[in-house]
């Protein structure tokens, strides 16, 4: 079973950096597709970045070049660094992952879904 937890949320100062962590509380299964998404006060829900098992790695171009989503597999976490943040990064970020559909990675089609950690970048 697969119960998401997320954790390093928190306040900083714009250009500080944060590493978001992601970790399946119920065992050392994480699905094939993972991925980080935000959603801001008002602010329909974005998706940040995603990796699946063998590593491929997509990002949204808000965050390009200032985050890095990266797994470990041993210890079957995912991280989210953030570097260089943005008054505009301010939201509740979760983690979510699922499987693959039809041979892909298909964010509509996540199943499992973590409680958010707030992350809130102030200016």
């Known amino acids: 079973q697969v119960q998401l937890v997320e954790s390093g949320g928190g306040s900083v100062q714009a250009g500080g950096s944060l590493r978001l962590s992601c970790a399946n509380s119920?065992?050392?299964?994480?699905?094939?597709?993972m991925g980080w998404f935000r959603q801001a006060p008002g602010k329909e829900r974005e998706e940040v970045a995603t990796?699946?098992?063998?590593?491929?790695?997509t990002y949204a171009d808000s965050v390009k070049g200032r985050f890095a989503i990266t797994k470990d597999n041993a210890q079957n976490t995912r991280y989210l660094q953030m570097n260089d943040l943005k008054p505009e990064d301010t939201a509740m970020y979760y983690c979510?992952?699922?499987?693959?559909?039809?041979?892909?990675?298909?964010?509509?089609?996540?199943?499992?879904w973590g409680q958010g950690t707030q992350v809130t970048v102030s200016s």
């Open positions: 119920r065992g050392l299964y994480i699905p094939y597709c």
């Open positions: 979510a992952a699922g499987e693959l559909w039809r041979g892909r990675c298909d964010s509509g089609k996540y199943n499992y």
């Open positions: 990796i699946d098992s063998t590593g491929y790695t």
